[in-house]
């Protein structure tokens, strides 16, 4: 298992929850901005069974929503490609200016450019202890979903 965050203070307790659970032999973790990491592992052979994505918010406002489809689009488009056939992604927004309809489109449509099939296998919102106000929009942030990659 490799674990990647651009936060060393993340990576940090990555490692020391890896070794308390006495998985440091078979996790590791590395200092990277995932953009890059992706783009340098395309076409260089190596794949993965599962890719785990999960973001920082894109947007912080309805103004960037744009730049925030076009960034999960990319990541996930990205992750698509190193899946084996038959493999999963596991993918988050926690952008409240994009919902649950508009976070689906922007996996189908990265599934789409990659030529890959996707099966949706869960979908999910935040757990009961944040709650959805439906007055409050922003309430409703997170998304969560698990597809098989083909």
């Known amino acids: 298992m490799k674990g990647i965050d651009i936060?060393?203070?993340v990576l940090?307790?990555?490692q020391k929850n890896a070794e308390l659970n006495g998985l440091e032999g078979i996790c590791s973790f590395e200092e990277a901005n995932v953009f890059d990491i992706l783009k340098k592992y395309d076409g260089g052979g190596i794949r993965y069974d599962v890719i785990i994505l999960d973001p920082p918010a894109f947007t912080k406002s309805s103004k960037t929503v744009d730049n925030a489809y076009?960034?999960?689009k990319e990541i996930n488009l990205?992750?698509?490609k190193l899946i084996n056939s038959g493999g999963f992604l596991i993918t988050s927004s926690c952008s409240q200016h994009?919902?649950?309809n508009e976070f689906t489109n922007i996996i189908v449509d990265a599934a789409r450019d990659t030529k890959k099939n996707?099966?949706?296998v869960e979908f999910r919102g935040q757990?009961?202890?944040h709650p959805v106000l439906p007055a409050s929009r922003e309430t409703n942030y997170?998304?969560?979903a698990i597809y098989e990659v083909r």
């Open 7 to 9: 936060s060393p203070q």
């Open 12 to 14: 940090e307790i990555a």
């Open 70 to 72: 076009r960034g999960y």
């Open 78 to 80: 990205r992750a698509m």
């Open 98 to 100: 994009i919902n649950a």
């Open 118 to 120: 996707l099966k949706m």
């Open 127 to 129: 757990a009961k202890d």
């Open 142 to 144: 997170l998304k969560f």
